[in-house]
Every structure is written in structure tokens, then in C-alpha cells.
Nanobody, 125 residues
Framework: QVQLVESGGGLVHPGGSLTLSCLVS????????IGWFRQAPGKAREAVSC????????HYPSSVKGRFDVSGDSAKNTVFLQMKSLVPEDSGMYYC??????????????????WGQGAQVTVSS
């Protein structure tokens, strides 16, 4: 069965770094598209970053470009979201989502078939 399990969330001070993990079972991440989304309280969910089946990475909000990075570990069938220079506006629930057998990245929720449970990220002093 398909399952996405997120880990690595928590509390971090402004300016700090945090890495989220998305462990995938049921399909191979190397042949799929994995996207990262986040949702702050009272706001709509937004696409953050994505890694395509070919390994190309994308970052959608201008505020995260240069600070966030996406990578994958084939042996562990895991995708990571590395975040640095964090600011309070980065706080929210972070989700990984998958397009099994997909090739291209999209920033729309409807393009992703499977979702993780979410990991809370709080940036506060």
C-alpha cells in the first residue's frame, strides 16, 4: 500500500535550520514526483517546493528561494526538504505529496494523488 510518512518537524529559532523527511512506501521516489506544501493557521495551503522524477527541483514562493532545498535518497526511498535562515512566516503544517509514476512538477493540490500526515514547523524566539 502507498504511504508517506513525514518526520523532522519541531520548534526552531529565527535564523535556524530544519530538515524534513518524507519516507515513501508502495512506489519508488526515483520514478515519481514529490511536492512539499505548507499551510499556516487561517491561510490556504500553498506549494513550497518540488522534485521531479528526473531530479529537477523547483521552489514556488519567492520568499523561500535560496533558503530551501529539495533532495532525495534512492536507497532510503526518502525525500528531504532542507530549510535554512528560517523566519516566523515559515511556520505552519508541512505536507509531502506524491504523483506516482509522474514526471513533471506542479504547484496545484489536485495534481497529487497521495499525501503525508503533515509535520508541524514553528519558528519562534
Amino acid at each position: 500500500q502507498v504511504q508517506l510518512v513525514e518526520s523532522g518537524g519541531g520548534l526552531v529559532h529565527p535564523g535556524g535550520s530544519l530538515t524534513l523527511s518524507c519516507l515513501v512506501s508502495g512506489f519508488t521516489v526515483d520514478e515519481s514526483v514529490i511536492g512539499w506544501f505548507r499551510q499556516a493557521p487561517g491561510k490556504a495551503r500553498e506549494a513550497v517546493s518540488c522534485i521531479s522524477a528526473s531530479g529537477l527541483t523547483y521552489h514556488y514562493p519567492s520568499s523561500v528561494k535560496g533558503r530551501f532545498d529539495v533532495s532525495g535518497d534512492s536507497a532510503k526511498n526518502t525525500v528531504f526538504l532542507q530549510m535554512k535562515s528560517l523566519v516566523p512566516e515559515d511556520s505552519g503544517m508541512y505536507y509531502c505529496a506524491a504523483r506516482p509514476s509522474g514526471a513533471l512538477c506542479f504547484d496545484s493540490d489536485s495534481k497529487y494523488e497521495h499525501w503525508g500526515q503533515g509535520a508541524q514547523v514553528t519558528v519562534s524566539s
